[in-house]
C-alpha cells in the first residue's frame, strides 16, 4: 500500500513566511512493497484544515514526479493560510489516501509592500556602543481578533517579545546578509499572545553584524551602519472583516536595555537589575527617530532556514586550573553559549569565559581567538533563583572558566545550549573502526558549529566569516549530513548580490573584506582567488545534484556565467590562469615553513578550477537546455584541457608539479591525458609513500585525495591515507582528542606545541570534506548525477581489509536510502541496501563489471569473492 508521509511546501512542512505565490511542492511516499513507484498524483489546495472550503484542485496527473513540482493554482495571496493535501496513484493501481495537509502562508510577498520606518533611539549616538535597545508601543485590543501576525526586522539583531514573552524560537535574527542590498523580515503568528484590551509590543536589539566588530583583525565596526534600529509591521485582523496596521514609528519608545553590551565576537554584559525594572515598568522611556536605510534596499521575507537553538549538552567535568579556577567541560567543541542559573544578592556578578582547548598544561588557552573575547558577564537582580543565557552574541567553546560565580558553583546549574541555522540532520554513517566513527562525529559537529545563517570558516576567533573556499570545499559533504537546500540557497542570493561587475567573487559573503586598509597587502583591493570564487560554480552545482531542484541552476546561471567570464578574460589566451592573488592550496603541510601557502603553484590550481567551472557551467547550460551555451562551453573546455596538458605534462607523461595536490586534482578533474593517467596515478602512490603514507594536502587538494586514488583504481591507499593514525591525518587529530575537525594538520603538534595562535581554529570544516567520502564510496552511497535529487542512487561500496562493516543511511528527498555491507567471512560479502519508493537504484561490488538495477524496496544480496 502507497502511503505519503511527508509533504513540503518550498522545503517546509508547515511555514508561515513564503516569499513568492508560486512555491514548488514535494513529497516522500512509503510503500512495503518492493518496486513501487508513482504514476499519478493530485493536489488539493484549500483555505481551511478540513478541505471545505477548497480553492484548487489539479485532478489526477500522469506523472511520476514527485519533487518540485510548482504550484499551478491561483496566485497564493499574502498573509493568508492555504492548506495543501496531495494523494498518488502507485504503478500497481493502488490509490493512497489523502496526505496529512499542511500549511502555509505566503508572508508580505511584495517588496515594495514593507514602507515601515526604522527606528533607533536618540540616545544610540556613539558608535562605539554596544548596548542593546529596548523598543516599546502598548496598543489596545478593543475588537475580537481572528488572527494577527507580525513580520519584524533589524539592523542588528533582535527579538520580538508580547506582554513579557518571547515570540518565536529565533535567535539572532534577522541573520547575516548583505544589508546593503538584502535585508529580511521574519513572520510571526501572534494570535494567541494578544488579548483583549492592553498589550505590550517591545523589540529587543543589539549591534550584531551591522553595527559591532567585524572581522576583528582589520580593527573595523559600523561596516553597514552605526545606529541600531529595528522595523515591524504588525497585521490585526478581526472577526467583523476589518484590519488594521500597526508599524514602528515615532510613537514608539526605547530604553537602553538590560543587555548593556553585545557583541558577536566579544560577548555579552547583561544587567538583571534593569530587566526587573522593564518588568515592573519602573524604566524611564525616551524618544525614538526614524533612521534611513540605504537606497535600493530591499526587505524580503526570510528566505533560508531561521537560526535556532538546536540541542543542549551537559557538563562533563569540573575541572581546576593552577590558579583554582573552575573550568568547566562540556565534552564537545560546539557553537552557541551557556546558560545558567545563580541565586545570590543583587549586584553579584556571574563571569565567565570560552575556550576551545586547554593548553597543553592544562590552563585555559584563549591566545587563538585573536582578538574575540568571548566573555559573558551577568549582574545579579537578587530576585531568587535567576536564569539567563545571552542574546545578542555567540561562542565558539568547549571549556568555561568560571571567573566569578557567587555562591556554590554546582555542574548542574550549567548548560550548553548549540545553536546554528536549522537543517533537517539528513546523513547517518558507522563502520567497524571506531576512530573513523568518531571522525565522521567531528565532522558532522564542525558542520553544527560552522552553519549559523552562513556558512563560516570557524565560530571562535575574531573572523567566523563566510570564506567562500571553505564552503565550496566542504558543500558535498555538507549535502550528506544536513538538508541544505534553503541554507546554501540563500548564501547563493547574497553571493550574487555581491558578485562584481566584471564577474569577480569577493574572498567572503557577506563582503566585510572590501574595507580593509591598504596596509594587508594580501586582501586590500584583492578578491577572486581560485577555488575560492569558484562556490559561484560549485556551490549552485552541487546542491542541484544533491537536491534535483533545476531552480537553483536557473537562479544562478547568469552569476554562474560571469565568474566564468572573469576567469576567460583573466587567463592568458583564455587557458592558463597565471595572473592574480590565489590563497592556492591553502595551509598544506608542504608549504614552507611558517608560510599558509602551499606548494602547488597557483597558476596550476587555478587553471583546474577554472577548467572545472567551465565544465559545471557546460553541464549546467545542458541540463537548462541552453544548446548554444553548451557548446560553447564545451569548446572552451576542450581548448583549457589542451593548453593544461602542454604546459603541465611532459612529452612522455610525466606530471611537473611534483605535489600530492597537483596529482590528485589532475586526476579527479579529468585533466590528465588518459594515455598519461596510469603514469599519474604512479606518481601520486609514489609521493605519498614518501612521506610513509601520509598526506601533504591543504584546502584545495585534500578534498579530492582519497577520490582520485579510488577512481583509478588505488582504494587501498585511499585507505592507507584515511586510516593513517600518526601526524599529519585525519585520525591523528581524533586521537588528540579533538571532537570537530581542526584548521591546521599540526593544530596541536606531536610535540604537546601549538600552530602559531594567529590562525589555529580547532573548528574549521574544510578537513572535514572527506566526510563524502566516508558516505559516498566507504559505505558507498551517493547521488547519480544523469539522475539528480536521488531519483537515482548509487551504490557503489569499496570494502577495505580493515572493515568488517559500513552503513549509511541518507534521508533523501524521496525518502531513507540505505546501505549496509558487511564481511560475513574470508570469502563472503553481504549488502543491504534501501531504495526509497519511486527512486531507483544502481549497485556494483570493486569486483562486478557490471551494475544491477533496482527500483525501491529492500533488498540483500550476497558476494563470494574469488
Ligand atoms: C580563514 C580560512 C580562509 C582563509 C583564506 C583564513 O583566515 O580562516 O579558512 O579560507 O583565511 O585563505
Redesign the pocket.
Known sequence: MITITHVFCDGYENSIGLDTPKPTLSWRLASDENGTAQTAYEIETASDEKFSQTIWQSGPIESSQSQHLTYSGPELKPHTRYWFRIRVRDNTGNLSNWSDPIFVEPALLNDGEWGTPFISSVLDTDPNASSGWYFRKTINLSKELCFARAYATALGVYELNINNFRCGNNRLSPGWTNYNRRLLYQSYDITRELAAGENTILLHAGPGWYKGDIAGWIGKRCFYGNRTAVSMLILLAYTDGTREWIRTGSDWKSSPSAVSYAEIYHGEKYDAGIAKSLKNNLLQWTQVEEVSVVSGLRILSQDGPLVLPREELRPKALLRDSEGKAIIDFGQNLTGWVRFTVSGEPGDRVHLRHAEILHPEGEFYTANLRSARQEIEYILSGDGTEEYQPFFTFQGFRYVRVEEYPGELRLDNFTAVVVHSAMEETGRFACSIPLLNQLHHNIKWGMKGNFLDIPT??PQRD?RLG?T??AQVFIRTACLLMNTTSFFRKWLRDMRSEQLENGGIP?VIPDVLKEVPDTDEILAGSHSSTGWGDAMTICPWELYLQCGDIRILQENYTAMSNWVAYMRREARNEAIWDSGFH?GD?VAIDAKEGSYFGATPNDFTATVFYANSVDILRKTAQVLGKADDELQYAGLYEHIAEAFREEYFTHSGRLAVSTQTAHALALHFKLTPKEFVPRTVDSLVRLIEAEKNHLTTGFLGTPYLCAALSENGRPDVAYRLLLQEDYPSWLYQVKQGATTIW?HWDGIKPDGSLWSPD?N?FN?Y?YGSVGAWLYNRVAGISEDEHDPGYRAILFEPLPDDQLTYAESSLNTPYGEASIRWEKLNDSTVRAELKVPVNAKARFKWPWDTEYTHFESGLYRLEKRLG
Open positions: 570558516d570557524c573572523e570564506w573556499g571553505d574572498f590563497f591553502w584548521e590562525m581554529s574549521h574544510a
